[in-house]
């Protein structure tokens, strides 16, 4: 059975396991087994022993999957969540496609409005109240998440959850999994 890697920020959320059970019987109805981060048994230790062995367990799954699919809604912040777009990295640098959803409809751009204030904006480019330019490329994310997924040949798939549903709403991340079908099986994507 192919097995995809079940990147994002769900880990965060106190129903994590659940989450995780969701999305993984999702992957079983179309096929595929999900690999979720809080699969691996946590070694009786603490501190940074602990961080190693999460770092190690979920690099081990990437590279033991065909493929991830990444969930990009903005964590706190205007954008995805940094262990997220980590791996993400890791599994392109390994050869393995990545598919990715965004659970809101906002670009990059707006979302750094909405989180940081108005832009300054000058005959060459927009600023924030940082005093750091803003992307203007009407991106789901920061371009280089975005045209990493787009240089694979597809887009993120971006889906309007509710505001209290962000990291639990999983329609954008089963389509995810309908353009994984079209990539990895094409006979089979008439689902």
Same mark, same amino acid.
């Given at each position: ?58 690099? &081990? ?6 493929? @991830?699919? *990444? ?7 205007? =954008? #995805?969540? !940094? ?57 789901? &994310? ?6 990493? @997924?787009? *240089? ?7 889906? =309007? #959850?509710? !505001? ?28």
């Amino acid at each position: 059975m192919v097995a995809l890697y079940l990147a994002g920020p769900e880990v965060f959320l106190p129903q994590a396991r659940s989450i995780g059970v969701a999305k993984k019987k999702l992957c079983a109805r179309w096929g595929y087994e999900g690999l979720f981060p809080l699969d691996s048994n946590l070694p009786v230790v603490s501190g940074e022993d602990v961080a190693m062995h999460i770092y190690r367990a979920n690099i &081990d799954m990437i590279d033991k999957c065909e493929a @991830i699919v *990444a969930n990009l809604t903005p964590f706190r912040g205007p =954008s #995805a969540d !940094a262990g997220t777009i980590f791996e993400i990295g890791y599994a392109l640098g390994t050869g393995k496609p990545v598919f990715a959803y965004i659970n809101v409809l906002a670009d990059y751009r707006s979302r750094v409005i909405d989180s940081h204030g108005p832009l300054v904006v000058t005959k060459d480019d927009e600023w924030g109240a940082d005093g750091m330019a803003v992307e203007n490329f009407g991106l789901r &994310d920061n371009l280089m998440i975005a045209q990493s @997924i787009a *240089a694979q040949g597809w887009e993120i798939i971006a889906h =309007s #959850a509710a !505001a209290d549903a962000l990291f639990t709403d999983l329609q954008g991340f089963e389509m995810s999994l309908r353009r994984v079908r079209e990539h990895l099986a094409p006979e089979r994507a008439l689902r």
